[in-house]
C-alpha cells in the first residue's frame, strides 16, 4: 500500500513534521480552478441575460463561494489569519453548502489551535461530503488534537482505507497506541517498512511515537539507535535518543543520554534543545561550571526561551552570585508567559529572586514573589506533578503527537507567490464586485431589498467604483426601511449625480427617519417643485422646516396637506405638536381632539393632549386624559409623573404621592420625580426624607436651580444654616443663567 502510494522517492524533514499538502495541492490546482469559477461565472452571466435568473443566482453563488475561498487560502498562507477567516465565512454566505470551503476553513481553524470551531466545521464537511476521505482524515486529526481518540480512529480509518497516505497513516498509528492497541500500531509500522523503504527518518518517527505508549511494551530508544545505525550523522536522532533514555531512565540514563548529546552537538552545534539538555545533566550532576555553559549557549541560540534562564539564575544564585543571577531570573519571569510551563518550574525563578531581594532588604518586593511562587507551588500539587520543592523535572522538547497530527504552520508566501497571489486578488476583484452587483439585482426584481441590499454593499466593498452601486446599494436599503444604512451610499451617489431626484428624494426621508431635519431641508430644498406633488415628501419637508425654525411656511404646508389628507390623525398631532411649541394650546387642543377622533386608542395621544390641559391650566380634564393614556400604556413612567403632577395642582397630593414614588422605582434617575416627592415630603415635615430626596434630584441634575432651591430650605428648617447659603447661591447663580423654567415642562 505505501509504496503504491509514494514510490522510493520519498523524503522526510523532522523539523517540519508534515508538509502542508492542502496548500501545496490548492497551488497545483490553481490553473484548473480558476477555469472552474469562469466557467461558473459565465455561465451566471449567460442564464442572467436570458432571464432565467434561479439559475443565474446559483451560478454567481458557486462562483462567489469558490473565488472567496481561494483568495482566503493565499491569505492564510501568508498569516493573516483575520482576513482569511472573514473571506471564508462570506464563501460560505453565498454558498452554505459548499463542503470544499468548509474543509479549507476546518483547515484553518486547526492550523489557529481553534479546536472546536475546527471541529463543527469539519463535521458539517463530512456530512455534506462523506465520501471525501480527506475531510474524514482532516476531522480524525481535530479528534486526536482534541484527545478523543476513539473518535479519531473512526475517521483515520476511513480515510487510511480510502486514500492512504504517509501522515494519515503514522497518525492513525499514533491513535492506536494512544488507545493502548500496540498491535495495530505496529502492523502500520510494519507495513510503512515494507512499502517506503527501511529508512532512518520512519525511525525517528516511531520513536516520537512509542514515547507516547506503555514504555515496557513500546522502546524508542531502540528506534532512535536503529535510526542512527542506519545514518549516524542525521539530525535530531542522537537528540531524541537522548531525551528518550531519560524519560525511561531518569538520571540512571545520564551516562547514556550524554554522549548522544555530546554527538548532536557534533552535528548541529546550534541546536539550543541540545546545549539546554546537556546544561540539565551537568546541573544535576553538579557540575557547574559545565552547566553554566551549556545554558549560556541554550540562553543565548534561543533567547526567547526562559527554560534556560531559570536554571542559569537557580545556578548563579547557589553560588552566591546574587547581582548576576538578579536580572537572569527577572528575564526568565518575563518570558513565561504560561506558568504551567515545564511543571511550573517557573516558581522556582519567583522564590530565589525573592530570596535574593530578602538579602538585599526589598522585603516588600520578596514577599510579592515568594506569594507569587507559593501559588504556583500550589498549582503544581493540584496537577499531581512531583518534585514541587528541588530542581525543575526532566524538559519535554520533543514533538508531541499533537504537534505531529498537525499541518506544519503555514509559511509565508514567497515574493515571487506573493506577487501571484496579489494578482489573482486584484484579477478577481472585478468579477466578484459584478457577481455580487447582478445578485442584488435578481434579490431587488424578487421585491427581497434587505438581501439586495447585503449583495450591493458586498460589491462596493470589494469595487467602490463599480458604476451605480451606491444608488442601488441605498436604494435597496431605502425600500428595506433600513433608512440608516441607505444614508451613507445614498449620500455618495447624490454628490455624484446631484440632479437625481429619485435618489435626493429617498436620502431626504431617510433622513427624516432618523429625524435629522436641517439635513433634510437641506437635501430636499432644492426639488420644491418634487416634493408639491408627493405628499410624503411634503409632510417631510413641512415638518423640517418646523423644526428647524421656519414655522410659517411649514405650518402653511402642513395646512396645505390637511386639505389632501384630512383623515390622517398623524398630521393633527404634528399639527398640535407644532402650536403646542409655540405655546398656542387652544388651537393644539382642537388638533389633538380632531386625532383622537381618529385614532382613540392612540396612548401618546392622550398624553400630549394632557399635557396641553396642564399647560394650558386646566388639571381636572388634564387627569382624565393622562389616566387613559396610563391604561392604555400602563409603564409610562411619563404619564405617570404629569397625572402625579396635576393632583399636586388639585390638591390631591396622597395619591400624587404614591405616583411620584412608583415613577421614581421604576425611573432611579428622574430628577424632578426626586423634586416633587421632596417638597411634599418638606410640607408634611417629614424633614430626613425629603432632604434625602432632594440630594438625590440635585445629584442626578445639577443644573437644576429649582431643585436646589427646595434643598437650601429643607437644610434651613434642619438648622443646617452653611448647607442652605451653599444651595441658594448656586440656585442664584444657575437663577441668573436660565429664568422662567416650568417645571411641568420636564420629563
Not at 346 to 370: C, D, Q
Not at 489 to 504: F, I, K
Amino acid at each position: 500500500m505505501w509504496q503504491r502510494v509514494w514510490g522510493t522517492a520519498f523524503t522526510l524533514s523532522i523539523v517540519a513534521v508534515f508538509v502542508n499538502f492542502a496548500a501545496a495541492e490548492t497551488l497545483q490546482r490553481a490553473p484548473s480552478a480558476q477555469e472552474q469559477l469562469q466557467q461558473h461565472y459565465d455561465a451566471a452571466r449567460t442564464f442572467h441575460v436570458a432571464g432565467d435568473y434561479e439559475n443565474a443566482a446559483s451560478e454567481y453563488r458557486t462562483f462567489l463561494s469558490g473565488a472567496l475561498a481561494t483568495i482566503a487560502k493565499f491569505r492564510a498562507r501568508n498569516r493573516d489569519f483575520t482576513a482569511a477567516a472573514s473571506l471564508f465565512e462570506d464563501a460560505l454566505q453565498a454558498d452554505p453548502n459548499a463542503a470544499e470551503v468548509r474543509y479549507s476553513y476546518a483547515t484553518l481553524r486547526l492550523q489557529q489551535r481553534k479546536l472546536q470551531e475546527a471541529r463543527t466545521l469539519a463535521e458539517q464537511a463530512v456530512h455534506a461530503a462523506p465520501g471525501n476521505p480527506q475531510t474524514h482524515a482532516l476531522l480524525g486529526r481535530i479528534f486526536f488534537d482534541l484527545g478523543d481518540y476513539q473518535s479519531a480512529r473512526q475517521h483515520l480509518e476511513v480515510a487510511v482505507v480510502d486514500a492512504p497516505n504517509f501522515e494519515i497513516g503514522y497518525l492513525l498509528a499514533a491513535t492506536y497506541i494512544r488507545l493502548h492497541d500496540l498491535g495495530r500500531a505496529k502492523l502500520l509500522f510494519d507495513e510503512m517498512l515494507k512499502g517506503l523503504g527501511d529508512s532512518p527518518q520512519l525511525h525517528i518517527y516511531f520513536g516520537l511515537a512509542y514515547r507516547y505508549g506503555d514504555l515496557r511494551s513500546l522502546d524508542p530508544v531502540e528506534e532512535f539507535k536503529k535510526a542512527i545505525t542506519l545514518d549516524p550523522k542525521i539530525p535530531q536522532a542522537h537528540y531524541f535518543l537522548a531525551l528518550a533514555c531519560l524519560q525511561r531512565d531518569r538520571e540512571a540514563g545520564f551516562a547514556e543520554a550524554l554522549p548522544a548529546l555530546e554527538a548532536e552537538l557534533r552535528i548541529n552545534p546550534e541546536d539550543a534543545r541540545a546545549h539546554y539538555l546537556l546544561g540539565y545533566i551537568h546541573l544535576k550532576k553538579r557540575e557547574q561550571q559545565h552547566a553554566e555553559a551549556a545554558l549560556r549557549e541554550a540562553a543565548k541560540l534561543d533567547p526567547n526561551n526562559p527554560d534556560p534562564l531559570v536554571l542559569l539564575g537557580q545556578l548563579y544564585a547557589d553560588n552566591g552570585r546574587d547581582a548576576e543571577a538578579e536580572p537572569i531570573l527577572r528575564k526568565a519571569i518575563e518570558l513565561t508567559t504560561e506558568p504551567s510551563r515545564n511543571s511550573y518550574q517557573i516558581n522556582r525563578s519567583h522564590y530565589v529572586l525573592a530570596r535574593i531581594l530578602l538579602r538585599s532588604g526589598r522585603k516588600v518586593e520578596a514577599e510579592k514573589h515568594l506569594e507569587i511562587s507559593k501559588d504556583l507551588r500550589n498549582s503544581v500539587r493540584r496537577s499531581g506533578t512531583d518534585d514541587v520543592a528541588g530542581a525543575p523535572e526532566l524538559p519535554d522538547l520533543s514533538p508531541h503527537p499533537e504537534e505531529v497530527s498537525r499541518s506544519t504552520p503555514l509559511r509565508p508566501v514567497p515574493l515571487g507567490e506573493q506577487h501571484t497571489a496579489d494578482g489573482l486578488t486584484s484579477g478577481l476583484k472585478p468579477a466578484i464586485a459584478d457577481a455580487y452587483n447582478n445578485l442584488g439585482v435578481i434579490f431587488a426584481t424578487k421585491k427581497d431589498f434587505a438581501s439586495a441590499k447585503d449583495q450591493f454593499r458586498a460589491a462596493a466593498q470589494w469595487e467602490p467604483g463599480l458604476k451605480t452601486v451606491d444608488r442601488n446599494w441605498g436604494m435597496a436599503a431605502f425600500y428595506a426601511k433600513q433608512y440608516a444604512q441607505a444614508i451613507k451610499p445614498l449620500g455618495r451617489e447624490l454628490e455624484q449625480h446631484p440632479d437625481d431626484v429619485r435618489v435626493r428624494a429617498a436620502l431626504g426621508l431617510s433622513l427624516f427617519s432618523l429625524q435629522n431635519f436641517a439635513k433634510v431641508r437641506e437635501t430636499l430644498t432644492p426639488i420644491v417643485a418634487e416634493v408639491d406633488k408627493d405628499p410624503g415628501l411634503q409632510y417631510a419637508y413641512a415638518v423640517s422646516l418646523l423644526k428647524t425654525g421656519d414655522y410659517a411656511v411649514g405650518m402653511q404646508r402642513l395646512r396645505a396637506l390637511e386639505g389632501i389628507t384630512a383623515d390622517s390623525a398623524d398630521l393633527h398631532i404634528l399639527l398640535g405638536q407644532a402650536y403646542a411649541d409655540q405655546e398656542e394650546y387652544a388651537p393644539a387642543l382642537e388638533e389633538y381632539h380632531k386625532a383622537l377622533a381618529l385614532d382613540a386608542r392612540n396612548p401618546q395621544l392622550h398624553f400630549l393632549t394632557g399635557l396641553a390641559l396642564i399647560r394650558q391650566g386646566n388639571p381636572a380634564e388634564a387627569s382624565n386624559e393622562l389616566r387613559q393614556a396610563i391604561a392604555l400604556r400602563p409603564d409610562d413612567v411619563s404619564s405617570r409623573y404629569h397625572l402625579a403632577f396635576a393632583l399636586i395642582q388639585m390638591q390631591q397630593k396622597e395619591e400624587a404621592r404614591g405616583l411620584l414614588e412608583q415613577v421614581i422605582r421604576d425611573d432611579p434617575e428622574h430628577a424632578t420625580a426626586y423634586y416633587e416627592l421632596g417638597k411634599l415630603q418638606l410640607e408634611r415635615g417629614e424633614l430626613r426624607d425629603a432632604t434625602a430626596n432632594l440630594e438625590a434630584g440635585v445629584k442626578i441634575d445639577p443644573e437644576a436651580d429649582y431643585i436646589h432651591y427646595q434643598l437650601a430650605m429643607a437644610y434651613r428648617r434642619s438648622s443646617r444654616i452653611g448647607d442652605a447659603e451653599r444651595e441658594i447661591k448656586r440656585y442664584q447663580e444657575l437663577k441668573n443663567r436660565r429664568r422662567g423654567r416650568d417645571v411641568s415642562h420636564q420629563r
